[in-house]
Structures are given as structure tokens and as C-alpha cells.
T-cell receptor, first 116, second 115 residues
């Protein structure tokens, strides 16, 4: 069965600094996708970035980049130039296979606090 | 982009009553809808997968008779919490596969409080 592990329950970062949120995954499938979501206190799930297992380049979206190390089965999120508004819960998620019936499986999350 | 509208955003109900939560895809057809539950400071746990026109598939440990899921059309899926108890108080959120190759669109969530 697939599993996502986020080992950092909480992280602090100084405003304008970069921060890395760790995510490791476990699956025997070759075709999978990795996602990062931000969840502010309002509860909505905000999609940040996606990496497909066959993508050779690391994904980037603005201040977000995904450090994808396939052999290590890790998909760490890097947030550059942190802002106070980045304070939130961050979830790493994975889908395996790629049918319409495939749900996302989530890690336990990391609470990021940005300090002024 | 794809939008899933979820209502209500917040509901308080008395023990023993039922509550219906709706998720509606506004600009795409959601063949499959996923329902998650999230307790405070915890992750999203998949409750069930619903497919339009067929019975939902529930995850192990989720009571089918308590959490009724209906996916009668390609744009609407509902979750009804029957005979609610305080332990059912939680954050419920739906998600649908959208048009993009790896697109998952989430509703805004429903915070249920049973008193």
C-alpha cells in the first residue's frame, strides 16, 4: 500500500528565508504523482505543486519548488523567500496509478510558522 | 479553473439529527468524488469514493449506514451524516478529479459541530 511520511510536525522560518519541508513516500507503482497542498486555518486545500513520477525535471511554481529524488523516494517542498502569509499546514500527497478512481493519500502534515 | 462548491461551510446540529453536505462541480463533470474527514490538527483521511450512478466505496472502518453518500449526477455528490453524535464533529471535505491530467479540485470544506 502507498504511504506518505512527513516527519516534521512543526517548522519555524524567518521571513524572507527559504525553508524545506520533508516528504518521503512508499509505493511499488512506477506511475505515481506527488502533490503539495497548503491548508490555512480556514481549512481550504490550496494546490501548490505537482511532480509526476516520469518527470525528469523538478517542478517549480513561483516561490515553490519540489526537490524530487526518485531513488530516495523523497519529494521535499522548498519555499523560497518566506512570507508571513505562508504560515499554514502543508500536506504532501500521492496518487498511484492514474484512473479516475484514484484518491490522494496524504501525509500527516507540517505546520509552518513564519516569523517576522 | 475547475471549481467545486461545497455547502454548508459550517453547521451546528443537535445529537440525533441528520446533516447533509453538498459538493457541486461548477464547470466540469465530476465522475468521481472523494470524501475526506479531518480531525483537528490531523491529516485528511479518505472516507469513501463515490461514482456517479453507482454505490459508493467506503474505506475500512467507515460506517456506511451513518455516512450516506449519493452521487446522482455528474455535478452533485452529497454526504449525509445520519443520527449525528458529538464524536462525528469534524471537518469534512470533498475532492473531485477534474479535467487536467492530474487535477484534483477540493471543495472548501464543512465544519460540523454536533451538540
Amino acid at each position: 500500500a502507498q504511504k506518505i511520511t512527513q516527519t516534521q510536525p512543526g517548522m519555524f522560518v524567518q521571513e524572507k528565508e527559504a525553508v524545506t519541508l520533508d516528504c518521503t513516500y512508499d509505493t511499488s507503482d512506477q506511475n505515481y504523482g506527488l502533490f503539495w497542498y497548503k491548508q490555512p486555518s480556514s481549512g481550504e486545500m490550496i494546490f501548490l505543486i505537482y511532480q509526476g513520477s516520469y518527470d525528469e525535471q523538478n517542478a517549480t511554481e513561483g516561490r515553490y519548488s519540489l526537490n524530487f529524488q526518485k531513488a530516495r523516494k523523497s519529494a521535499n517542498l522548498v519555499i523560497s523567500a518566506s512570507q508571513l502569509g505562508d504560515s499554514a499546514m502543508y500536506f504532501c500527497a500521492m496518487r498511484v496509478a492514474n484512473s479516475g478512481n484514484t484518491p490522494l493519500v496524504f501525509g500527516k502534515g507540517t505546520r509552518l510558522s513564519v516569523i517576522a | 479553473g475547475a471549481v467545486v462548491s461545497q455547502h454548508p461551510s459550517r453547521v451546528i446540529c443537535k445529537s440525533g439529527t441528520s446533516v447533509k453536505i453538498e459538493c457541486r462541480s461548477l464547470d466540469f463533470q465530476a465522475t468521481t468524488m472523494f470524501w475526506y474527514r479531518q480531525f483537528p490538527k490531523q491529516s485528511l483521511m479518505l472516507m469513501a469514493t463515490s461514482n456517479e450512478g453507482s454505490k459508493a466505496t467506503y474505506e475500512q472502518g467507515v460506517e456506511k449506514d451513518k455516512f450516506l453518500i449519493n452521487h446522482a449526477s455528474l455535478t452533485l455528490s452529497t454526504l449525509t451524516v445520519t443520527s449525528a453524535h458529538p464524536e462525528d464533529s469534524s471537518f469534512y471535505i470533498c475532492s473531485a478529479r477534474d479535467r487536467l491530467p492530474d487535477g484534483y479540485t477540493f471543495g472548501s470544506g464543512t465544519r460540523l459541530t454536533v451538540v
